[in-house]
């Protein structure tokens, strides 16, 4: 039974892949994967993946559902490790409900999960859960207990090792939150003494503007504060002592973006652009893409702008902060993953362009419509008005409980879909093989991977690395004239409902390169790269991250390392 039911899967997937071209005017021209990019079968994972967790020094990613059955192995596991080279997938046993959980990892790249859902199945009460991944026993570990019951939560882990975990309670059930709870505080929870927390009182201007405080967009700052953003409203915090330390700018002043809304269930994705040797890492970018207005239902076109907002560090420890700038993407887009490539740029996928999150308790019909299939990238380099390009479509349609990340060879991985039978579409697709849920886990291959004679081959590089160190990489590239343009270290992606929490890209000084001298013996054609290793603590905080050389707009396959403290 099982092994018939995967093999129908797999057939499906392939007829769904070959499937007529849309007609719809939104693809761009031709069928090259090197300008469009490409999207590739990978597997079929046991459980959705809802929650998308990169583990550290693996090719894995661990996932998390929402209970469904029938799983494709006749089990009803809610996690697993998806792997992304093998495409193959082992459950994990948990035993709280996870879904809308938060996750992030602690400094020695242990996948921490914290807070979760209220009872669902056979799966009890999990929004008080604090939970580390052991990924030999394959098992979630509980490890402590919140103080509070969280869902929906943004899950931070701060320079000095402790974790935030931010939301309201219970889920809004109407399009007020007069049926949700609100937490006009966070808790801090620190794992070195993991049994419970601290709670930390938010200022009470923050809980009065933010009307949904659902995985709220937390970023830590160059300074060590957090840029915390839930909807439309934003401060910059103290994070040890939830002070306010700056009021954020809003966006209502200006015409066109009045109404955009940005938490769950109106999500749009947000991303801390790549912090800058040139800007001594003291300027930090964001971005928030798309979004539901504030009157969105389940027809409602979303919204198709960006926000971009620049915020510097000042040497007396002030903030100089932009306004919000606009513009127009593409495509509208709700409930889509913003991925981070090594190069730079941003890439758009998954979601909707009508509707909002969320589905109806009894009966459970999508409120989410109208997939939109096409990826789009975003070059915050490129002048203002060129930053945007639409790529090649995809033939599944991923909308609520969809989920994108960074895999360390370059390609994004896009997993998840839920209530995947009762949307409607005016393009063609390929149906879930298993109606409501979605289990096909995809690699989408981003258009310059495909410029193979420039993606520079890492032949040595030390495991650990300390703030400023001096360090030096050994690589082969094809085209023996070129040599790297930038070195990057990317944090493991940890992606849910359209934000992914961990995701930080950090660009490292280059000091030297050597083009010409073989510099392995073994290894013909190897030259070097030296580069200095991140300003400090706030600016990378310690842990795993995945090591990249970029040659111009491509880059070779990554390496894991960890940056630690050695002051
Ligand atoms: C890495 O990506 C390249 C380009 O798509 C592909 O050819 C190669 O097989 C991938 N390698 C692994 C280990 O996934
Ligand atoms: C990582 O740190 C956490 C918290 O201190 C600890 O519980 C866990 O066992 C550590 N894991 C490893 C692999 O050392
Ligand atoms: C949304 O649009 C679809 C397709 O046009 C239609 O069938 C459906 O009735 C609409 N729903 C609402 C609530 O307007
Ligand atoms: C910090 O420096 C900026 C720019 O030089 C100045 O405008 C601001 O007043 C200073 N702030 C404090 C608190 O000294
Ligand atoms: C590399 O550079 C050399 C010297 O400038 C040139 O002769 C050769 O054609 C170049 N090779 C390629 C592949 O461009």
């Known amino acids: 039974m099982r092994h018939f039911l995967y093999a129908q899967f797999i057939l499906l997937f392939f007829a769904g892949a070959h499937a007529e071209e849309s007609s719809s005017s939104t693809s761009p021209a031709g069928s090259d ?9 990978l597997g079929v994972s046991y459980c959705v993946g809802v929650q998308l967790i990169a583990v550290p020094n693996t090719d894995k990613f661990l996932f998390m559902e929402r209970p469904t059955t029938p799983h494709p192995d006749g089990k009803h596991a809610n996690a697993g490790l ?3 080279v093998t495409g193959t997938f082992t459950n994990v046993a948990c035993k709280f409900s996870m879904e809308n959980c938060g996750h992030t990892y602690l400094e020695n790249g242990t996948v921490a999960v914290l807070a979760g859902h209220k009872p669902q199945s056979s799966y009890p009460e999990g929004r008080r859960a604090l939970q580390i991944l052991n990924v030999e026993a394959l098992t979630l570990d509980s490890v402590g207990q919140l103080q509070f019951g969280h869902w929906l939560a943004t899950a931070t882990r701060l320079p000095n090792g402790m974790v935030t975990i931010m939301s309201d309670s219970p889920s809004p059930v109407g399009p007020t939150r007069k049926d949700a709870v609100q937490n006009p505080f966070y808790e801090l929870w620190d794992p070195n003494n993991p049994a419970s927390t601290t709670v930390v009182q938010l200022d009470s201007t923050f809980s009065a503007n933010t009307k949904y405080f659902y995985y709220p967009f937390v970023f830590v700052l160059p300074s060590g504060d957090i840029f915390t953003f839930s909807n439309t409203y934003g401060q910059i915090i103290a994070p040890l002592t939830g002070k306010k330390v700056v009021v954020l700018p809003t966006w209502k002043n200006i015409p066109e973006a009045k109404g955009m809304n940005t938490a769950y269930p109106f999500s749009g994705s947000a991303v801390l652009l790549p912090l800058r040797p040139e800007d001594n890492y003291q300027l930090a970018e964001i971005v928030i893409f798309g979004g539901q207005w504030s009157k969105g239902w389940v027809n409602t076109t979303a919204v198709d702008l960006s926000m971009r907002l620049k915020i510097k560090v000042l040497e007396n420890g002030s903030y100089d902060i932009g306004e919000w700038q606009m513009e127009r993407m593409p495509l509208p887009r709700v409930s ?10 941003v890439l758009l996928i998954n979601g909707a362009k009508r509707g909002m999150l969320g589905d109806a308790v009894s009966g459970g019909g999508a409120m989410l419509n109208e997939p939109n299939f096409w990826p789009v990238l975003y070059d915050p ?5 060129s930053r945007y390009s639409t790529l090649g479509r995809s033939q599944i349609a991923r909308l609520l409980h969809s989920t994108a990340g960074l895999t360390l060879n370059g390609t994004v991985i896009l997993a998840g879909g839920d209530r995947s039978s009762r949307f409607w579409s005016p393009d063609t697709y390929s149906p879930s093989p298993s ?8 690699l989408f291959v981003p258009p310059f991977l495909y410029d193979t004679d420039h993606r520079p081959i890492i032949v040595s590089y030390p495991v650990v690395i300390g703030y400023e160190d001096i360090i030096t990489i050994v690589y082969t590239m094809p085209d023996a004239n070129a040599t ?3 070195v990057v270290l990317m944090a493991p992606p940890s992606d849910t409902h359209g934000f992914n929490m961990h995701q930080r890209m950090l660009v490292l000084q280059i000091i030297a390169e050597d083009k010409d001298t073989n ?23 310690q842990g795993p991250y995945m090591l990249f050389l970029v ?13 630690r403290d050695f002051s």
Not at 337 to 345: R, Y
Not at 381 to 385: I, K, L, Q, R, T
Not at 551 to 563: A, D, F, H, N
Request: hydrophobic share 35%; aromatic share 8%.
């Open 82 to 84: 998806m792997d992304a």
């Open 435 to 442: 109606g409501f849920p979605e289990f096909r886990v995809e």
């Open 33 to 41: 994967p090197a300008v469009l990019g490409e999207f590739r079968q």
């Open 551 to 563: 040659y111009e707009k491509t880059y070779g396959p990554g390496k894991w390392l960890s940056v």
């Open 336 to 345: 889509g993953s913003a991925v981070l490539l090594p190069n730079g740029q």
């Open 484 to 486: 790297v343009t930038s």
């Open 381 to 385: 380099m490129a002048p203002e008005g």
């Open 519 to 541: 510099h392995e013996a073994s290894v013909p054609g190897s030259r070097t790269v030296t580069v200095r290793g991140p300003l400090n603590v706030n600016v990378a905080p």
